[in-house]
């Protein structure tokens, strides 16, 4: 049986079932004074079902709540799950706009496949994005709000009622939406990282390439470990030589040296492409950096920043768009990369001109941004 179907298409139109019971103006305005990231979600949120005899049906907008599943849902039992992460920004004349959401689409096609479920037509992706935001347009946070916007989550969980070892034939497709505030309110600041040496994110073969929730349930006792060494984030190591840098449990990783050469992990399969990644390479080419993608050691890490010849270290993702790397902390010793307390100047160059990108502060020569009200 193949497991990879190919793209299916529904009509892309999403039919709008609005909740009559949206929160109030005040509530909206309370809740964006103050995101907590995750943790409040907007009205609505975006549906599709999927099944292998029928295909992607029944795209719709509805109030947000709680799903009705199986027990015996193949999503509870075997972790056949895939996300996305992005976000909805505000521009200055109102306008919401997201970031590359056609990379955000295709890597979810590619986790998909992984994790044998059904791949689904990019304009279905972008649509429900395109309808959820448009009905809650009111809780896209303001221009004037520093970096605040709307954070996105694509979902595809297999609903299949059956505890048969198989792809499931039931999936759900859907996006929620959480306002979310400045990642770093009281200014940037470099954050401290713990080497993980009795868990691997990642084999060879497995889905460290994919985003799936696996990968981030296995993260969970290690990054508990690297909390209780003060630390907070968690650096892994590939799982064969223990040797080379990969990346953290949900950030990729770059490091900058005195020459002004950057080196960022390359992908080997098993670290997951992110848009920010690709996007800083492309922006640092440009603003002069030799950009080398290539393996990385942990001693490289160790021994540049005690030579001094490491300047910078920092982790990026959608999230945090660039945070600074300060101290590199394992089993008996630790390690600053220079006074590990100030940010350094690649990294918070690099970090605005994204950030000015998508905010349409600044042109957008690649067509990375792409709007949706
Ligand atoms: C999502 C994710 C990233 C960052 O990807 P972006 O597309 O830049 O947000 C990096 N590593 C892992 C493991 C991730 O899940």
Same mark, same amino acid.
């Given at each position: 049986?193949? =497991?990879?179907? =190919? ?116 304009? !279905? ?6 309808? !959820? ?73 497995? =889905? ?58 390359? !992908? ?58 300060? =101290? ?25 001109? !994204? ?19």
């Amino acid at each position: 049986m193949s =497991t990879q179907s =190919t793209p299916q298409s529904a009509d892309p139109q999403f039919r709008v079932d609005e909740r009559p019971d949206r929160a109030s103006g005040e509530r909206v305005a309370q809740v964006l004074a103050k995101p907590a990231f995750g943790a409040v979600f907007t009205d609505h949120m975006a549906l599709v079902d999927w099944s292998r005899a029928g295909g992607w049906v029944d795209p719709r907008i509805v109030a947000y709540g709680p799903l009705q599943l199986d027990p015996s849902a193949a999503v509870f039992h075997y972790g056949q799950e895939i996300f996305e992460g992005m976000k909805a920004y505000r521009h200055a004349d109102g306008s919401v706009w997201t970031f590359r959401p056609d990379q955000n689409a295709a890597r979810f096609n590619r986790s998909a496949a992984r994790l044998a479920l059904p791949q689904l037509p990019e304009e !279905l992706f972008v649509e429900a994005i395109r309808s !959820l935001v448009t009905v809650d347009q009111a809780w896209v946070p303001g221009a004037d709000q520093g970096e605040a916007s709307l954070y996105l989550r694509p979902y595809m969980i297999a609903t299949e009622p059956a505890l048969g070892v198989r792809p499931s034939n039931q999936a759900i497709f859907g996006v929620i939406a959480s306002p979310a505030g400045e990642y770093f309110p009281g200014g940037l600041k470099p954050v401290s990282i713990w080497l993980s040496e009795d868990y691997v994110r990642a084999a060879p073969g497995g =889905t460290g390439g994919a985003k799936c929730g696996g990968n981030y349930a296995a993260s969970l006792a290690p990054m508990a470990e690297g909390l209780e060494q003060g630390c907070d984030q968690v650096a892994f190591l590939d799982a064969i030589e223990q040797k080379w840098v990969e990346e953290l449990g949900g950030m990729n990783l770059f490091f900058v040296y005195r020459d002004g050469s950057i080196v960022t992990p390359e !992908l080997t399969g098993t670290i997951l492409e992110g848009v920010t990644r690709g996007s800083l390479i492309e922006l640092a080419k440009e603003r002069g950096h030799d950009v080398i993608e290539r393996k990385y050691s942990i001693d490289e890490w160790r021994d540049g920043a005690a030579s001094g010849d490491l300047v910078e270290v920092f982790a990026c993702g959608t999230a945090a768009v660039i945070t600074p790397v300060g =101290t590199l902390k394992w089993r008996g010793g630790e390690v600053a990369v220079g006074d590990g307390e100030s940010v350094g100047e690649v990294a918070a160059d690099l970090r605005r001109t !994204l950030l000015d990108i998508q905010y349409g502060r600044a042109d957008d020569t690649r067509g990375w941004v792409h709007r949706l009200v």
